[in-house]
């Protein structure tokens, strides 16, 4: 089965911005889409896969027995 195309509306919902966010990517060629005559279309997976490949993980630091002097 194909996978779904997500619009511009429906990928700027799905990333909580607005329309001009997305539109932004696709102009600077920063996530995957497709054109469809004069439509633009973005893969769902693409959408996943920038989603993925800029969370930005969480530092756990061990915390030092010493306290720094303040």
């Known amino acids: 089965m194909a996978e779904r195309l997500l619009t511009v ?3 700027a919902e799905r990333l909580g911005t607005s329309e001009r966010f997305p539109r932004r990517l696709i102009a ?3 996530v995957t ?3 469809v005559g ?3 279309r973005i893969p769902e ?3 996943a896969a920038f989603i993925d490949a800029n969370t ?3 530092i756990h630091r061990r915390r030092s027995r ?3 002097a303040a």
């Open 9 to 11: 509306a429906q990928a």
């Open 28 to 30: 600077e060629r920063r």
């Open 33 to 35: 889409f497709v054109k």
């Open 38 to 40: 004069r439509h633009v």
């Open 45 to 47: 997976g693409a959408l």
């Open 56 to 58: 930005v993980q969480p």
């Open 66 to 68: 010493y306290r720094r």
